[in-house]
């Protein structure tokens, strides 16, 4: 049985209730353990995620600038961000993230579905992309 930090539910401040709560519900009985790395972003932070690979160092990791293409990170019209990325711990080593285990993002994914289904929530996971894979995200449909 696992529970989110401290850290985790701060991240889940201004994200929509609904997927707040399944990831609450959701990692109780998760097949691994897993913390929140980001929820509600400003335009400005997701201008800098935007920068990164393309006039900052590193590989791309969003399509969307925050301004022209605005992130499901940030607030709709309802005020909440819909989108929330999570990452995997490696039970090898604590506190250590597990960036690159797809199957393991896929399992744990697979089990939010199902738990969100149970929710009646629909959600719609990076990791089904056809364009460009987002393994540790989930967003609110």
């Not at 109780?28 to 997701?46: I, K, N």
């Not at 293409?69 to 080593?93: C, E, L, R």
């Not at 604590?94 to 393991?104: A, V």
Request: aromatic content about 10%; hydrophobic content about 35%.
């Amino acid at each position: 049985m696992y529970v989110l930090s401290k850290l985790s539910l701060s991240r889940l401040e201004g994200v929509h209730p609904k997927l707040s709560e399944l990831f609450k519900r959701a990692i109780v009985d998760s097949p691994h353990d897993f913390m929140l790395v980001q929820g509600l972003r400003t335009a400005e932070y997701q201008r800098e995620l935007y920068r990164q690979g393309r006039t900052k160092p590193g590989k791309i990791v969003t399509n969307c600038d925050g301004y022209r293409a605005k992130s499901n990170h940030q607030a709709k019209s309802d005020g909440y961000g819909h989108a929330v990325d999570f990452a995997i711990y490696d039970p090898t080593i604590p506190g250590k993230i597990d960036w690159d285990n797809e199957k393991k993002y896929r399992e744990v994914a697979d089990h939010l579905k199902a738990v969100a289904e149970k929710m009646e929530i629909n959600i719609e996971w990076g990791g089904d992309w056809k364009k460009f894979k987002d393994y540790p995200h989930i967003e609110i449909r």
